[in-house]
């Protein structure tokens, strides 16, 4: 079993170095930037020292009403700002494990109702991290598993271990920068979901188009079709936020340095880049919609072709028969005086006419096509 992750940790990053401290610090560093990473329950107990030490680095607490943003589990991804800070709230993944900690009751119930699909569905969950930028620090506010905080940390510090470089990434240049790259990270999540999501249709794609299996998971379809819709609606929030975030980017009037216009110029492109990876996958989460839909509404064709086959079949024999019926019928009266009846060859008769009318009937269906395999 794993350690339960530390509520805070905080980064001071500069040049090629990321220094990790779990001491609230007395004052900004003279290079470089923060990074005050803490948990939503921690936040929550330990509000007081965060708003003094928000005071005593960048003169400026939390607004009530951001604090509120910031504990609420059920917040959309969206964008504010003030005078001194930007907040930009991301709703990101999180494993179906955990789901039942970040949506208390109604999550519950609803995994329960969903309890009879595939796993890939009950990973589809989210809760928010909170992001909350300053000039030189960086305060994010991350459910109790802290899954992106931990992931990310681990990478500064292997790049800060390589000298600034791990697998060709640098470190952040800036608070502004960090705060991009993390809510790529928890975009790139929903990017991986592509893959198994793509295999969990198609196999149900196989099931309903294949007319020798009765398909019968309709539950787990219906609740694939409301998790992609939720789904969709997510990260339509999530371009809202972003969008939002690069035109107040796109508002800042040019600075006369050209080191500041610059690095203000690689976030706009950044946050275009993350802004491209979201529409992905709202394109994406609205083509698996569409396939859903497309592949329920061919296996009723599918049904509904197969119905009038049969229904074709019964009313070839059935034409078939009926001549077979009507001189049957015919020589079974109860007339005295009825042709051949008493003659010995009248059975013959009877039996080839019957034959001839059988054989007639099914060349008239074959010559429509009545009776044709395909």
């Known amino acids: 079993m794993n350690p339960p992750a530390p509520p805070l940790r905080i980064f001071h990053i500069a040049a090629q170095q990321v220094i990790e401290s779990q001491h609230w610090p007395e004052q900004l560093p003279e290079q470089g930037f923060l990074w005050l ?19 005593r680095l960048c003169g400026q607490q939390l607004v009530e009403l951001h604090v509120a943003d910031l504990l609420n589990l059920q917040l959309p991804s ?25 949506e ?4 519950a119930a609803h995994g329960r109702r969903k309890a009879r699909g595939p796993v890939i569905l009950r990973r589809i ?5 909170g992001m909350t930028l300053f000039d030189r620090v960086l305060l994010t506010v991350h459910p109790d598993d802290m899954s992106v905080r931990d992931s990310y940390a681990a990478r500064l510090l292997e790049a800060s271990s390589q000298g600034g470089r791990s697998a060709g990434a640098q470190l952040p240049t800036s608070a502004p920068d960090l705060m991009l790259r993390l809510v790529n990270q928890m975009v790139d999540q929903y990017l991986d979901l592509r893959r198994e999501l793509n295999r969990q249709l198609d196999h149900w794609q196989a099931e309903l188009l294949d ?56 976030l706009k492109v950044r946050s275009r880049d993350v802004l491209e990876h979201i529409e992905r996958v709202v394109r994406h989460v609205q083509r698996l919609e569409h396939s859903t839909e497309a592949a329920v509404q061919m296996h009723f064709s599918a049904q509904s072709h197969r119905a009038n086959q049969i229904m074709r079949t019964l009313t070839a024999l059935t034409a078939v028969f009926l001549p077979l019926n009507f001189i049957t019928g015919f020589f079974g009266m109860n007339f005295e005086f009825m042709p051949a009846i008493h003659n010995s060859a009248g059975l013959w008769w009877a039996i080839g006419g019957m034959v001839a009318a059988a054989l007639a009937v099914i060349g008239v269906l074959w ?8």
């Open 78 to 102: 969206g964008y504010d700002y003030t005078a001194q800070y930007d907040l930009l709230v991301f709703r990101r993944l999180s494993s179906w494990r955990t789901a039942a900690r970040t």
């Open 125 to 129: 969950d989210t809760s928010p991290v």
């Open 104 to 107: 208390p009751a109604p999550a």
């Open 37 to 55: 990473a803490i948990g939503r329950d921690a936040l929550q107990q330990q509000l007081e020292p965060v708003q003094q030490t928000l005071q």
């Open 211 to 266: 007319p020798r299996t009765r398909f019968a998971n309709w539950s787990a379809v219906l609740d694939a079709r409301i998790t992609l819709h939720k789904l969709d609606e997510i990260c339509e929030d999530q371009r809202s936020a972003v969008q939002d975030w690069i035109d107040a980017l796109q508002a800042l009037p040019d600075d006369p340095s050209p080191a500041v216009q610059r690095e203000r110029d690689l």
């Open 367 to 374: 010559r429509k096509r009545y009776l044709a395999s395909r």
